[in-house]
């Protein structure tokens, strides 16, 4: 059974950072597409950024792109998200995801998920 554990949640100020990782099991993603995405109450997911270990591409939304850095450990499985210079917009519940193929920015196209961590930005 396919298992996505997130962590590194917290409540942070405005400009500052937090480093979420995502522990996969079950399957081995090391040549898969592993991403995140985040979710504000009454809005739908929104993809945030994704590492295709294939093409060893990495893919971000222009919201977070130039402050968040998205990197893989391929031996131990897993995720990382480093968010930088965060912001109030950046508050919501972080979803870890994977998918088994390339890069894809739509929550339809990953059928693993992990349970969220929260993430909030307020001063």
Request: glycine share 12%; aromatic share 12%; with cysteine.
């Amino acid at each position: 059974q396919v298992r996505l554990v997130e962590n590194g949640g917290g409540l942070v100020r405005p400009g500052g950072s937090l480093r979420l990782s995502c522990a996969a099991s079950g399957r081995d993603f090391t040549h898969q597409t592993m991403a995140w995405f985040r979710q504000t109450p009454g809005k739908e997911r929104e993809f945030v950024a994704a590492f295709s270990a294939g093409s060893f591409g990495t893919y971000y939304s222009d919201h977070v792109k130039g402050r968040f850095a998205i990197s893989r450990d391929t031996a131990k499985n897993t995720v990382d998200l480093q968010m930088n210079s965060l912001k109030l917009e950046d508050t919501a519940v972080y979803y870890c995801a994977a998918r088994l193929g390339g890069y894809k920015s739509t929550t339809r196209d990953y059928p693993y998920w992990g349970q969220g961590t929260q993430v909030t930005v307020s001063s």
